[in-house]
């Protein structure tokens, strides 16, 4: 096997795994936040408004996903929105103010840090803030989402690399071979968790989370304010989202490689014609002698 084919197994196994970042990366983007949580986080059952519960899926999202060096002064940010939010929506004549308790209020009345006041509200029910676990299960996604986000951009670089290598060496057909199997490898991947989604998604969604962290520190009661801001169907318009950007990328690759299939049908035919020309007389070479 060459180097050239070499490469070109590489790259699509490469190209293959960019594709599916880019797609996560589009899910990690505040305005597809924004979107999906204002098409499903309604607040029907929320003491929060669904204006509220937008608004702080949008600050949970930057505390997950966002780095941040200093991991309290992160923690203390987004309690502020949730104890912000709150006492707005338990002030009288507020559209949810029914739905606070006597003790959700004393705990707002509390003149402690964002954080505690949140902790005290959390402890009340978890309906009303995010809880000790809620936070901690964050932070763990924030630690493993910014942890991997630099090597998985290396991954892209790498696929970007072989992609131009190949390009610059004239490889035509290997290069056809990368951008044509990559998105195919991420296809079947896809095909095999979009039938175990449509079958049980439930089960996937455990799956995917029992591979990165511990049993038990994921789940979280229906009605708390973490689910109420991410619902089952936001996940599943999160998967929606990560579909259509990596085939819809695949496909722009799928593309270019039948580009690069084109190419290297002409430089093999250009070869062959060459090839043949060699062999055969030149024309007046019989007769120019005497």
């Not at 991947?189 to 079958?199: F, I, N, Q, S």
Request: proline share 2%; glycine share 12%.
């Amino acid at each position: 096997m060459g180097s050239n084919s070499i490469l070109a197994g590489i790259g699509a196994t490469v190209l293959a795994v960019t594709l599916l970042v880019c797609g996560f990366a589009a899910c990690c983007l505040p305005a597809t936040t924004a979107a999906l949580a204002g098409a499903v986080s309604t607040g029907e059952d929320s003491p929060y408004t669904h204006e509220q519960l937008v608004e702080l899926a949008g600050a949970t999202r930057a505390f997950t996903v966002d780095p941040h060096g200093d991991a309290e002064a992160a923690a203390e940010g987004l309690a502020a929105s949730v104890v912000a939010a709150a006492r707005e929506a338990s002030e009288a004549g507020a559209p949810k103010a029914d739905g606070w308790s006597e003790g959700a209020r004393e705990a707002l009345a509390g003149d402690g840090s964002s954080l505690a006041t949140m902790d005290a509200l959390a402890k009340v029910s978890d309906r009303y803030a995010l809880d000790g676990a809620a936070m901690d299960h964050l932070e763990d996604c924030n630690v493993l989402i910014v942890g991997v986000s630099s090597w998985l951009g290396m991954i892209g670089v790498a696929a970007l690399i072989v992609g131009v290598l190949l390009g610059v060496r004239r490889q035509w057909a290997a290069l056809a071979f990368m951008l044509r199997m990559g998105p195919a490898l991420l296809v079947a991947l896809l095909v095999v968790l979009g039938l175990w989604g449509v079958v049980d998604f439930n089960g996937l969604f455990a799956a995917f989370h029992s591979l990165f962290f511990v049993d038990g520190t994921w789940t979280f009661s229906a009605d708390s304010l973490l689910i109420s801001m991410y619902p089952l169907d936001f996940w599943m318009g999160m998967g929606a989202v990560w579909l259509a950007t990596a085939v819809g990328l695949g496909l722009l690759c799928f593309a270019g490689g039948c580009v690069a299939a084109w190419r290297a049908q002409v430089q093999a035919r250009a070869l062959q014609e060459a090839a043949e020309a060699a062999r055969s007389p030149k024309k007046g070479k019989k007769g120019k002698r005497r």
